[in-house]
């Protein structure tokens, strides 16, 4: 095909007086979801969206007028007046939402941990020792601004946190006392309290909180650390070996007072429920979801990629990426909730209308996926048609990089403009033509297809949307299913009335290709890619409104298990669950279904990079290459090894370094020579910041350490501000401290800035806090702090520079000892993600399909969101690995983005080939006669492109330069398609010597059209088409006594191949082109991947020298 200009149409102009087949679309019948009835009525999709979408936004905020730029005195005092007005009633609608509630439950919360220092009674009731502040510090850290399951889970692991500190705290004073008083063994006693009770413990808290991964977990982790530091460190008595329980106890106290506190003010002051959040994102997703439903259809109808980039989608696209992180949150958290009250099975269900709604986003991806196919198609440039050609060489290359000069240079299809014809349904489809279309572009394909299945294809988009819309539940707080019971029999008539309209439309489409009188057969075979585009897009729409149905089935399902719901809490009687796991049968060598490909992940659980079963393979190839050796020593190799790589693993090895630098750091407050400095210095908020500084990879804890370091500034230097304006005054301190509180949650929650925020705080009161602690004379001996006339200043100094020198030390131990760099975890998690991809492609989508007849589908069950889920998680390494510092230069987070957003790409279009191969009832004998005809080609292009996805993966492993020799998957492809072409012409040529054979032998005539065209539209040889086949027999036509002897020699020759011994159809050619298409798709994803791998890592062409 040849290039345009840009005045010049894709397509030719129909003849005279034929209007444009897709200037305007009638109206089909559509189901109104709502009433379940059948309509005519006019509507359009984008309108439609658009209305909902004003109903369901609104902005109460009143605005501010400009100040500076009003003429005169008046003028600006009455805008004054009126922001200031506006300003309060802004700040009072903000304190009514959600975010405005949580930020004063916690400035309660803290308050009233605040007066466990400031108010005497509550002061004396912790004891004499200092550090009731912590109590404050508590209610920092376990904030009450969450759900009801979020405090019940963080409940739990506090209660687990503050068991395993008392625990440690005891263990490690009986020790000192047993040691060092009972055995006079001083240095031993210290040595088991630093390895054992340090660095053990210390350590073991550092690799429960890299291996859970959960923010709770690490707010627990916290209390544990910060009780824990208390008492071995701070306090004397593990020190001089004796027995004191007055520390424990007050410990004890501060953890109890500062858990209840928090526990009381969420769930007595607005309370606020996972179970009704979950459901009020579910809402919002499916609102989203519908708008990206309609306006990716209307972009099909319309032929339009701009409709992807418009605001509205831009809106409903992050609307739901919203959303659904949301309800990832909440799941967890309302399965707390429903645990609790007893609503196990009601979870489960909440928890499947979750999986229902990533299957409708996942085929919202393939659906783009299988629109993205229409563009690139009418992007393709037209050439002019040849003479005949080899099979190889029919099929021209259909996908071409988007670029923007090609788009400026190509005209867009011209938009449809929606009419309200009240013409029926069936005159759409079947209507009179006056004459046989002549095709000259791709875009005279979709317009007949438009023409033929838009109003049908309109009508269910619309139904489907609508169904979507609707609140699946009712208001707030409540949120009862409010499913209409129209809902259900209205998707069924409209599915119903969609596939029988599309398959009359794509039989008559492929029948006008058929008698297109197209010039060449690769013009015709360009052509019958466009219809399997077509056909596509329509299937993965109907797939789409399949998957609907299982939602609203489970909607159901929902709807009656609340109505008669039981309450239970069988969760609770775990001897069942540990029997049910040893008596479960063993798996069946037929149940493939149940192995799981795809280690998965948990929710919480990172990426861990190379496999294990890599990584043992590499650890026995020797001893396997070599079987002479001892096997002794080969076991002794083994086991040792195994032993090895058991502590190099990545939590393993997180632990023991957390363990033993919060040992050296310990170290220094059980040296004689070292802890005065130790005690004068406040070492045990160092050894506090640096537990929270310790984090995975190295860029986290830069990020962190960065954070903190500013967020220690800023508190101290309210400390002193709030000390020198209240003058040491309790009560002036609480509100102080209060509004201090304020803006610090208002980091932590509005600004999700939770580091920072809890930070602020936790100088603010390790400061302040305990100036006033000591101010009022509590057992402590800090006289070089000013004892009861406190210096706010030097002690403010030794805070700040305690935590910053823990900060410091976390990031040396994370740096230097054995480093986890971000950078390697995301190489190695893309590089094994690629390989999974490549091993699942070259399973063959559609050997399968011919294998199992069609009970398997290549993409196994919870395959495609195991994938999702390991890719979004290795954006968390992306994420982190901008904060490293490398001498060799910063991360390349534009180019890896780009990798990235293809990779999404990608597993689009393998979700788009599930869709095709998965819900087909049976192959029919063409296809089936396709598919072996083919079977060569498409294990050769699966074997390349699983061939090209492990060397993508093994030059971002190994940071190696790819070849300029990289092998092409789009020429394996164009054989594939001039095979089926190939199938096509030996099918053709044996059908029409079969019919001139029959007709031979009933003595009939073989009629034929003036252009070359026989009964049944085939194309003789004879014809005005340079391209078509000529069929041997038919050069012997002229020879009329050995007519039947040379038909019947003809044929026999052709029917001996696979074409012509089955009877095939034109949509028997659709499921070949729908896997061509889709992998035409995949080629042009890996050649942006690899131009992107090209970019960052070179390449290398045969003038290269590697050898030195």
Known sequence: MSSSSPSQPVGPPGPAGRPSLRSKMPNGTFIDPLTGQRSRRQFTLRRAFRDRGRTNTGDSNVSIHPFFSRENFYERLDALSHNTKAYVLNSWSWLKSPSGRGVLKCVLAYSLGSLFTLWEPLSDFLGRPDGKHVVATITVYFHPARTAGSMIEGTLIAIIAVIYAEIISICSMATSVFFGSTLHMVAVAYALVLLVFVCGAFGFVGWVKQRMNNPQVNVGSTLASLSMISILTKENAVQEHVFSNQKIVQVLKMLICGICITVAVNLTLWRTSARAQLRDGMTKASSSLGGMLTMITHGFLSGSEEEWSTPEFTKASAGYNAAYA????????????????????????????????????????????????????????????????????????????????????????SAIHEGSDESDDEQSVHGPRASTPTFRSPSDIFSLFIALLGPSMKSLAFTLSEVLGEPPFGEAPAYEITINDHFRQSLFDALSLFNENRAKALEELYKNIEHGRLRSDKIKADFEEVAAACGHFSFSLQSFGEEMSKYLDVLDDLKYATEHKRRSWQFLALWKELHQRQTRAPLLPFEVEREAIVRPIRRSQLPRGVPDQMIR????????????????????????LLFLRFLGRDDIRFGIKVGVGAMLWAMLAFIPDTKPIYMHWRGEWGLL??????????????????????????????????????????????????????????????????????????????????????????????????????????????????????????????????????????????????????????????????????????????????????????????????????????????????????????????????????????????????????????????????????????????????????????????????????????????????????????????????????????????????????????????????????????????????????????????????????????????????????SLFGVLNEEALLLQ
């Open 326 to 413: 949301k309800m990832s949150k909440n799941l967890r958290e309302a399965k707390f909730e429903h645990y609790f009250v007893g609503d196990e099975k009601i979870y489960q269900l909440d928890k499947a209308v979750y999986k229902s709604m990533e299957n409708l986003a996942q085929s919202i991806g393939g659906l783009r996926s299988a629109a993205n196919t229409q563009f690139a198609l009418l992007k393709e440039p037209p050439e002019p048609g040849s003479g005949n050609v080899s099979p190889g060489q029919l099929s021209p290359t259909l996908y071409r990089t988007f670029s923007s000069s090609l788009r400026s240079h190509l005209p867009t299809l």
């Open 617 to 640: 393979r590499r650890d026995t190839y020797s001893w396997e290459a070599e079987p002479s050796a001892s096997d002794f020593v080969r076991m002794l190799s083994q086991r040792f």
């Open 689 to 1094: 910041s640096f537990m929270i500084v310790c984090s995975m990879t190295s860029g986290a804890a830069n990020t962190t350490g960065t954070t903190r370091f500013q967020a220690t500034v800023c508190g101290v230097i309210f400390a002193v501000i709030n000390w020198t304006v209240s003058q040491g005054n309790g009560v002036a301190l609480l509100f102080l401290g209060a509004l201090v509180a304020f803006g610090s949650f208002w980091i932590v929650i509005v600004q999700n800035k939770v580091s920072f925020g809890r930070t602020v705080l936790l100088a603010y009161n390790v400061s302040l806090l305990y100036a006033y602690l000591i101010a009022n004379r509590v057992d402590d001996d800090d006289d070089d702090e000013g004892g009861e006339t406190p210096y706010i200043g030097q002690i403010s100094l030794h805070r700040a520079l305690a935590v910053s020198a823990g900060i410091l030390w976390g990031l040396i131990v994370c740096r230097l000892v054995w480093p986890i760099s971000a950078r390697k975890k995301f190489r190695e998690g893309i590089s094994v993600l690629y390989l999974q991809m490549g091993l699942i492609w070259k399973r063959g989508p559609l050997a399968i399909l011919l294998r199992s007849d069609c009970s398997r589908s290549y993409l196994k069950s919870g395959e495609q969101a195991a994938l999702q889920r390991y890719a979004s998680r290795l954006e968390i390494f992306r994420q982190s690995a901008v904060s490293e510092f490398e001498l060799r230069g910063p991360f390349p987070y534009e180019a890896t983005g780009r990798i990235m957003h293809s990779t999404n790409r990608l597993l689009d279009a393998f979700y788009a080939m599930s869709l095709v191969t998965q819900r087909r009832g049976q192959l029919s004998d063409g296809e089936k006669a396709l598919l072996l005809f083919t079977a060569r080609e498409r294990a050769v292009l699966c074997e390349r492109i699983c061939h090209v996805f492990q060397v993508l993966a093994s030059c971002l492993m190994l940071e190696y330069p790819l070849t300029d020799a990289i092998p092409s998957v789009t020429g394996i492809r164009d054989e594939l398609l001039g095979k089926i072409f190939l199938f096509r012409k030996e099918h053709a040529s044996a059908m029409r010597e079969k019919k001139e054979r029959e007709a031979v032998q009933v003595g009939e005539p073989l009629h034929r059209d003036i252009d070359g065209t026989d009964d049944n539209g085939h194309t003789n040889g004879n014809g005005d088409a340079p391209g078509s086949p000529t069929s041997p027999a038919l050069a012997r036509r002229g020879s009329s006594s050995s007519s039947k002897r040379s038909y019947s020699i003809g044929h026999a020759a052709l029917s001996g191949s696979l074409a012509g011994q089955v009877h095939l159809e034109e949509k028997d050619y659709a499921l070949l082109y729908a896997y061509a298409l889709v992998t035409g798709q995949v080629a042009e994803e890996l050649k942006i991947v690899r131009k992107e791998v090209e």
